[in-house]
C-alpha cells in the first residue's frame, strides 16, 4: 500500500534524504525491577563511559571490558528506522561519541556512532508517509464502526 501511495501521488516526495549510521549498541545490563540505588550506579557508569568514550577504535574495546557491559554491532541503520525517542538521542550524537542512555527493560541503552552519512531513500519517504496513512485508516475504520453502532442500536425503555 505504501509502494502504490508513493507512486500514485505525484506530489509526494519519492526519496528523503536521511542521515545512516554505523552503529554499535552498548547496554549497561540491569536486572528485572533494579533497586534505585542500583540504578543510580548504572547512570554513573554510563556517565564515565561517555567521557572517556574518544572514539570507537578505542572506545568500544574498553566498554568489552566494563563489568557488566554488553556491546552489539547494530550494523548500518536509518534514522528514520528508530522510535523518536531513540532517534533524537542518535541525531544529537557527534560522530566517534556514545549517545546519551535511554532506560529500556533490559538496561541503559547507548549508541557509538561511528559512521555517519547522508543518503536519499525510498525507505525514509515510506516511513514518513505511513504515518500518515495509519492516520486515515484508522480515522476511516472509526467513522464505519460508529455508523454501525448507530445502526444496530437498540433502545430498550423498562419501567
Known amino acids: 500500500d505504501l509502494v502504490a501511495a508513493l507512486l500514485r501521488d505525484e506530489s509526494l516526495e519519492k526519496t528523503i534524504e536521511s542521515p545512516r549510521y554505523r552503529l554499535y549498541q552498548v547496554t549497561i545490563a540491569l536486572p528485572d525491577n533494579p533497586s534505585n540505588q542500583r540504578k543510580q550506579r548504572a547512570q554513573a557508569r554510563a556517565a564515565d563511559l561517555r567521557r572517556s568514550f574518544q572514539s570507537c ?26 522510535s523518536p525517542s531513540v532517534r533524537e538521542k542518535v541525531d544529537a550524537t557527534a560522530l566517534g561519541k556514545l549517545s546519551e542512555p535511554v532506560e529500556q527493560r533490559r538496561g ?52
Open 108 to 159: 541503559l541503552v547507548m549508541f557509538a556512532v561511528c559512521e555517519k552519512e547522508m543518503v536519499r531513500s525510498t525507505n525514509a519517504a515510506m516511513k514518513a508517509l505511513e504515518g500518515d496513512m495509519t492516520s486515515e485508516r484508522g480515522e476511516a475504520f472509526q467513522k464505519q464502526y460508529l455508523r454501525q453502532l448507530r445502526r444496530d442500536a437498540v433502545i430498550e425503555r423498562r419501567g
Open 57 to 82: 577504535t578505542s572506545g568500544l574495546p574498553a566498554a568489552r571490558k566494563t563489568r557488566n557491559v554488553v556491546v552489539q554491532d547494530m550494523g548500518r541503520r536509518m534514522s528514520i528506522e528508530f
